[in-house]
């Protein structure tokens, strides 16, 4: 039945090697090959499996979505809009749940963090002097900018820990209901999500899944201007996948000037880092290199988030 269910769409192939999850165990796949005590980057994909177990629709959802992007940057001459050359805010709404007063991240450590999604989406993030010249021809500026529009703070005594499952984005679950999310980034910041002996420093949903749950989540220590967490899940919420397609050799990102990656990279690769014959772009957002050497993302990576915000697009109605 899983099979059936996966083999249906382009996107699943992307999830090929999740193929022990079901909707009680979600299966992290990203933590798989780490020793314990390291740190899980990302349990993106293993939320979207999940949460495509449990309501397949999302999955006609996020095909659609994947032809308009596919029909975008094929077209572009047909969605003219300010979004192509112009800047678009995005509001963000915090959402603060915190169990101890050091988990009630204060207001200044909020804005650093967007100070460094500014920095990151409009090219200004100081490393990105070190992108080798192979790569630095495709760097792009994505003209996205960020502003706090509102923080909630939510007090739970009773909650020491949360996992990727969506409860935090629930009031009647010890959590936050979502606000506008047509119009606002929701990014909700827990205190913390182990996994396997290690953290979950961050989770996102793709356009297409359900608005009650739409955004961001972030452990509370994986927030503020130094760390690169909410950058790599942001792109994940305008549609961009890791850059080796959780896949092997021959899995796609959906962008062409990502070259092709065997599996995540960590710590710091000294370039040229060798993959399906071709160096690694380590230095990616997208990628799970260390915050330090996270430095671009791409003109492909950048059209495909364009396109969310285009005419027929997921977002488009934040480029109003
Ligand atoms: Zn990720």
């Known amino acids: 039945m899983r099979k059936l269910i996966l083999s249906a769409l382009a996107v699943t192939v992307l999830l090929a090697s999740c193929k022990n999850a079901s909707e009680g165990d979600l299966n992290i796949q990203e933590t798989a090959v780490l020793a314990p005590q390291m740190k899980a980057p990302c349990a993106t994909m293993g939320v979207l499996e999940a949460n495509v177990l449990h309501d397949p629709s999302i999955r006609e959802r996020m095909a659609k979505i994947e032809k308009h992007t596919k029909d975008f940057i094929e077209n572009k001459d047909k969605y003219q809009r300010k979004l192509v050359n112009g800047k678009i805010v995005i509001p963000i709404v915090f959402h603060v749940i915190y169990r101890s007063a050091s988990e009630n991240l204060s207001l200044s450590t909020l804005q650093a963090q967007v100070d460094a999604l500014n920095a990151d989406f409009n090219m200004q993030n100081p490393g990105r002097n070190t992108i080798p010249a192979e790569f630095a021809g495709v760097e792009a500026n994505i003209g996205i900018s960020f502003e706090i529009q509102q923080v909630i703070r939510v007090q739970n005594s009773k909650k020491r820990s949360w996992r990727p499952d969506d409860k935090m984005k629930y009031t009647s679950q010890g959590g936050s209901d979502v606000v506008n999310p047509q119009e606002y980034l929701n990014i909700w910041v827990v205190n913390q999500m182990p996994y396997r002996g290690g953290q979950i420093l961050g989770y996102a949903q793709f356009p297409g899944g359900s608005w009650a749950t739409d955004g961001v989540v972030l452990g509370a220590n994986f927030v503020g201007g130094s760390d690169r967490t909410a950058t790599h899940e942001v792109g994940h919420w305008l549609n961009l996948r890791h850059i080796w397609g959780d896949g092997g050799c021959g899995v796609d990102d959906f962008v062409a000037d990502t070259p092709e990656s065997d599996a995540p990279n960590r710590g710091c690769p000294t370039y040229p880092d060798v993959s399906c014959g071709s160096a690694d772009m380590t230095m990616n957002f997208m990628d799970y290199t260390s915050d ?28 109003d």
């Open 292 to 319: 330090s050497c996270l430095n671009m993302f791409t003109l492909g990576q950048k059209a495909r988030m364009d396109a969310v915000f285009a005419p027929g697009g997921f977002r488009a109605s934040m480029a």
